[in-house]
């Protein structure tokens, strides 16, 4: 394969490429003639290697392994091309038209796109199985011998990740604060209070309609919650996303953006409006689509801003 790829190269006309190539076969060959060589010399003694003699073969091997990875890496990414079947029909046919060659190049992208892609990790595949079960038949549908059903596990290899259903309930619980925490910290990029809280109602929009699954586990489940003693870091994540809101909402009172009053009172005003909406859209009582959603979401913000803006215009 390697003087078939110098061969490619050399057509065209990359000498440093060729020069490597050939030069990695000499010596892959003549440390292959190494390591036969004491094979032999072992065969007609009739004993075994010396450890120094052994040592040397080990480091010949190594040393074939290091630069036929070395060319490898030089002709695949380097060269950007990857040579497949039919090369017994070197050399004829590789001087010939590139396009008539049976020796065919492809770009290392297409190759790559065409790995398959790493399966999910099986605790992530668990809690999904367990949303599937509570949101098509409630708490009581969640039982770890249906969730090892879905998942294709047996029971006890399910313990191993969850000690019990409760640990599970808590770890789902968790894991939707912690999406719904990566969606909202997304409006911390904005430069200003108001651009902040804007794209704090964007995130919200954005985990509605990406995650609505979590959306119901977080805020339409209260018997999950009553049936769950969450531990204090859990809670503290969940309080964490309440006063992210709340902060927005003061920052923007502090800079003269919005109106004097409590940063309490219209954080909750505001929360209600965003709930009350993504609710009624999950609900399918908005009779809309996605983009009807955030549309009608982005409406009911801006009627809520010509009453708590500084600038609202009195009708």
Same mark, same amino acid.
């Given at each position: 394969?390697?003087p ?7 057509? %065209? ?46 480091r #010949?091997?190594?040393? %074939? ?6 060319? =490898?890496?030089? #002709?695949?990414?380097?060269e ?15 001087? $010939? ?15 790559i ?9 099986? &605790? ?21 011998r249906?969730?090892?059903? $879905? ?5 006890? =290899? ?14 789902? +619980?968790?894991?939707?604060? %912690?999406?719904?925490?990566e ?7 904005? &430069? ?7 794209? =704090? ?20 489940a ?17 309080? =964490?996303?309440?006063?992210f ?7 923007? +009172? ?12 219209l ?17 399918? !009582? ?7 959603? %955030?549309?009608?979401? +982005?409406?009911?913000? !801006? ?9 609202? +215009?009195?009708?």
């Open positions: 394969i390697i078939t790829a110098a061969m490619r190269l050399l057509w %065209r006309k990359d000498w440093l490429a060729v020069c490597n190539s050939y030069y990695i076969s000499i010596v892959s060959l003549c440390g292959n003639s190494l390591v036969q060589f004491f094979l032999r010399q072992a065969h007609a003694n009739q004993r075994k290697f010396s450890r120094k003699s052994f040592r040397f073969a080990r #010949v091997i190594r040393i %074939r392994a290091d630069l036929l990875f070395f060319v =490898a890496t030089r #002709v695949l990414f380097a950007k091309i990857v040579f497949s079947h039919r090369l017994h029909e070197f050399p004829h046919r590789l001087l $010939s038209d590139p396009h008539e060659s049976s020796i065919h190049c492809t770009p290392i992208a297409d190759t796109r065409s790995v398959p892609t790493k399966k999910k990790d099986p &605790k992530e595949r668990i809690l999904s199985a367990a949303i599937k079960l509570y949101l098509s038949g409630g708490l009581k549908a969640v039982t770890m249906r969730i090892a059903k $879905s998942v294709k596990l047996t029971p006890m =290899a399910l313990y191993r990740h969850f000690h019990n259903k409760e640990e599970l309930l808590i770890a789902l +619980i968790d894991e939707g604060y %912690r999406i719904f925490s969606y909202q910290f997304r409006a911390l990029a904005g &430069k200003t209070p108001v651009e902040r809280l804007w794209l =704090a109602g964007n995130a919200y929009v954005d985990f509605t309609l990406e995650h609505p699954e979590f959306f119901k586990v977080l805020f339409m209260p018997d999950l919650f009553e049936s769950t003693e969450l531990p204090e870091e859990v809670n503290t994540r969940g309080r =964490a996303l309440y006063q809101l709340l902060d927005r909402v003061s920052e923007g +009172i502090s800079e003269g953006y919005l109106r004097a009053g409590s940063a309490e009172s954080a909750r005003s505001i929360w209600a409006l965003s709930h009350g909406l993504a609710v009624l859209y999950l609900s399918q !009582m908005l009779e809309t689509d996605a983009k009807g959603f %955030r549309q009608s979401f +982005i409406e009911a913000f !801006m009627h809520m801003g010509a009453g708590i803006a500084v600038d609202a +215009i009195t009708p």
